[in-house]
């Protein structure tokens, strides 16, 4: 499976983005993490293919909603409200088929593929 990921840029504090994923074959369920300068690849929101079950991370409740498009296999991320500290790079990831349990979606060690990074910068 190979993940094509794109959106991202530059905006200003307050300000939305949309980042999209779009995965070439089969997965149950996408992942939005994502690396600030000098620190851990973090978990930001996940959603699963088959009812559609969504997890965030408390940092972005509220602020970002993740979205599935099933007829093109894409997943999307939109930002609202964005703050500095949302400066990063975004990268999504899949699952394999098996159909995962909600507390474990924002473990990225079970995230089989990932796509490339982009960079999502939010100025003051």
């Known amino acids: 499976v190979q993940l094509q990921a794109s959106g991202g840029g530059l905006v200003q504090a307050g300000g939305s983005l949309r980042l999209s994923c779009a995965a070439s074959?089969?997965?149950?369920?996408m992942g939005w993490f994502r690396q600030a300068p000098g620190k851990e690849r973090e978990f930001v929101a996940a959603?699963?293919?088959?009812?559609?079950?969504?997890v965030y991370a408390d940092s972005v409740k509220g602020r970002f909603t993740t979205s599935k498009d099933k007829s093109k296999n894409t997943v999307h991320l939109h930002m609202n409200s964005l703050k500095p500290e949302d400066t990063a790079v975004y990268f999504c990831?899949?699952?394999?088929?098996?159909?995962?349990?909600?507390?474990?979606?924002?473990?990225?060690?079970?995230?089989?593929?990932w796509g490339q990074g982009t960079q999502v910068t939010v100025s003051s």
């Open positions: 990831a899949a699952r394999g088929r098996n159909s995962p349990i909600i507390s474990s979606m924002p473990n990225q060690d079970e995230y089989a593929y």
């Open positions: 959603v699963r293919w088959s009812d559609g079950s969504t």
């Open positions: 074959g089969r997965t149950s369920a």
